[in-house]
């Protein structure tokens, strides 16, 4: 069965330090990839997604950027976070053809 | 612009109770209208509906799919404490990757 993991669960970094979160997805191949935002009091916003890889489309500008080295890795990043980058990040995978998303347990980031 | 929009925000109830979430989409390229349920962490995917007036069913939840009124209810019957969660609806867009396009959710709290 296919599982995906997510780490770290939760993560304090300075203002102005660098991030990286990672996804693993295993059981599948060739998964299409995802990072959202769960904000405060409010629903998943789409930051990146990935069809393949080396493949990476933003939906949003900001602060953040994506990779995806192998076909199940997922890969956020950041330079510089911003106080504004805190919230709930979540990875998830889906199938090619019209399916569900499935979700990594999430990292809560706090920006201090 | 795309947008789903979740009724109520929130909603407090007894056990026992039924309750009803509703959840209307303006969504170019639709395909289909997913629910998860988000306790703590990972939403966990409840109901994939595309066909209109189709109910699909799972224990004592229910949810059902108006294409034409572009909306979806979601029914929970006699509710359990466990039933205690963040709903989320998002409508998948059909664009060459399964893009979800997420509601901000309905906080359900189920008092003993």
């Known amino acids: 069965s296919q599982t995906i993991h997510q780490w770290p669960a939760t993560l304090v970094q300075p203002v102005g330090s660098p991030l990286s979160l990672e996804c693993t997805v295993e059981?599948?191949?060739?998964?299409?990839l995802y990072w959202y935002r769960q904000a405060a009091g409010r629903g998943l916003q789409l930051l990146f997604y990935?069809?393949?890889?080396?493949?990476i489309s933003s939906e949003v500008p900001q602060n953040l950027s994506a990779s995806r080295p192998q076909d199940r890795q997922f890969i956020l990043s950041s330079k510089k976070l911003l106080l504004s980058d805190s919230g709930f990040y979540l990875c998830?995978?889906?199938?090619?053809?019209?399916?569900?998303?499935?979700f990594g347990q999430g990292t809560r980031l706090t920006v201090v | 612009e795309d947008k789903v929009v979740q009724s109520p925000l929130s909603l407090v109830v007894h056990e026992g109770d039924t309750v009803t979430l509703n959840c209307s989409y303006e969504?170019?390229?639709?395909?289909?209208l997913l629910w998860y349920k988000q306790e703590k962490k990972a939403p966990t995917f409840l109901f994939m509906l595309?066909?209109?007036?189709i109910e699909k069913k799972s224990g004592r939840l229910s949810s059902i799919l108006d294409k034409k009124e572009l909306f979806s209810i979601l029914n929970i019957t006699a509710t359990q404490t466990g039933d205690s969660a963040i709903y989320l609806c998002?409508?998948?867009?059909?664009?060459?990757?399964?893009?979800?396009?997420f509601g901000a959710g309905t906080r359900l709290a189920v008092h003993p």
């Open positions: 595309t066909s209109s007036g």
């Open positions: 969504v170019t390229n639709f395909r289909s």
């Open positions: 059981g599948t191949s060739n998964p299409n």
């Open positions: 998830a995978w889906s199938g090619q053809a019209n399916t569900e998303a499935f």
């Open positions: 990935s069809v393949g890889i080396g493949q």
């Open positions: 998002a409508a998948l867009h059909s664009g060459g990757y399964n893009k979800l396009i």
